[in-house]
């Protein structure tokens, strides 16, 4: 059985407060992946048969048997990553 904790999100200069360390300014960072990375869009240079993870099928050559190795692959290893 999972066990959901709700934490009231507190501000950066309270967490830093907390942690006794200065925030300073920060930027909002986006990733731009050029071929649209998504499973529909990177095509399939080989059929990958090992273990069914990203990280695993991203050792392979080339990043993994996609055409953009910066895509998703496709296992959904940051879906379960992210599962309680």
Not at 15 to 31: D, H, P, T, Y
Not at 38 to 56: F, P, R, W
Not at 61 to 67: H, L, N
Not at 74 to 83: A, T
Request: hydrophobic share 35%.
């Amino acid at each position: 059985m999972a066990v959901l904790l709700v934490v009231p999100r507190l501000p950066k200069k309270k967490i830093g407060e907390i942690m006794g360390v200065s925030v300073g300014s920060q930027e909002k960072k986006v990733a731009f992946v050029k071929c649209a990375g998504t499973c529909e869009k990177a095509k399939t240079e080989y059929q990958y048969t090992g273990v069914q993870d990203c990280l695993m099928a991203s050792q392979m050559q080339d990043g993994g048997p996609k055409s953009c190795n910066a895509g998703c692959l496709g296992f959904g290893s940051c879906v379960k990553s992210l599962s309680v």
